[in-house]
């Protein structure tokens, strides 16, 4: 039975329950009303199928069934130069992108990371510390995204922060105890910016940070 799947009133492995009880107290939108939710796996994310009724245009009601990825909030940071007119980014492999045709699974990124129990301005500096070695203090919140509202409940909080070239050091950042080898690697913003239109950087996040770094950002003509 459901409720004797690990998540639900079991713990799961991280000491998780009632997790199949996410979203039936939701009320705030008068054309959805949430009836069931069954929790299909809860390994270190949560997939949930949940039932609901959706009243249309036309004023009748259907009854629809979505699968949800939960995997938490995140956020992520451009950490620029202005001076020197350099962004640093992050470049390690993604497995997922690797079995999606990309050519090698090694992506460059902004840094990022979950929220994990921190509001999103504390865990964003502390990914800027493990990924880029960048200690950052002032730090701009830019916008946050629903990055896959199709199936995926992830908000990601999108920062930029600047920071001194000249006084960086090391190519490597990530935790070892979390099997991450990550590179550390800085470009130009003209030079980044060829990389999204040549297909080097395919990540949405760090797309929409370097685009909005020209657009209203540090690197924006004013």
Request: glycine share 8%; charged share 30%.
């Amino acid at each position: 039975m459901d409720s004797a799947r690990p998540g639900t009133t079991v713990p799961d492995h991280r000491g998780r329950s009632g997790l199949h009880l996410t979203g039936l107290a939701l009320d705030r939108n008068p054309r959805v009303e949430v009836t069931d939710v069954d929790l299909l796996a809860a390994g270190w994310h949560v997939l949930r199928a949940t039932t609901f009724r959706y009243r249309g245009d036309d004023g009748e009601w259907t009854t629809l069934t979505r699968e949800t990825y939960d995997r938490g909030n995140g956020a992520t940071i451009l950490l620029y130069d202005p001076d020197r007119r350099t962004v640093l980014l992050t470049r390690q492999f993604r497995y997922p992108a690797y079995v999606n045709d990309h050519p090698d699974g090694m992506l460059i990124e902004t840094a990022a990371g979950l929220l994990d129990d921190d509001d999103p301005m504390t865990a964003i500096r502390r990914e800027a510390d493990e990924e880029t070695r960048v200690r950052v203090d002032e730090v701009q919140h830019v916008f946050d995204v629903y990055m896959s509202p199709g199936s995926v409940t992830e908000r990601l909080h999108f920062f930029a922060a600047a920071y001194d070239g000249a006084e960086r050091e090391g190519d490597r950042g990530g935790l070892a105890e979390e099997d991450e080898e990550i590179e550390i690697v800085e470009y130009d913003i003209d030079v980044a910016l060829a990389k999204i239109r040549d297909g080097s950087i395919q990540d949405a996040k760090t797309i929409m940070l370097l685009q909005w770094a020209v657009l209203d950002g540090p690197f924006a003509r004013r």
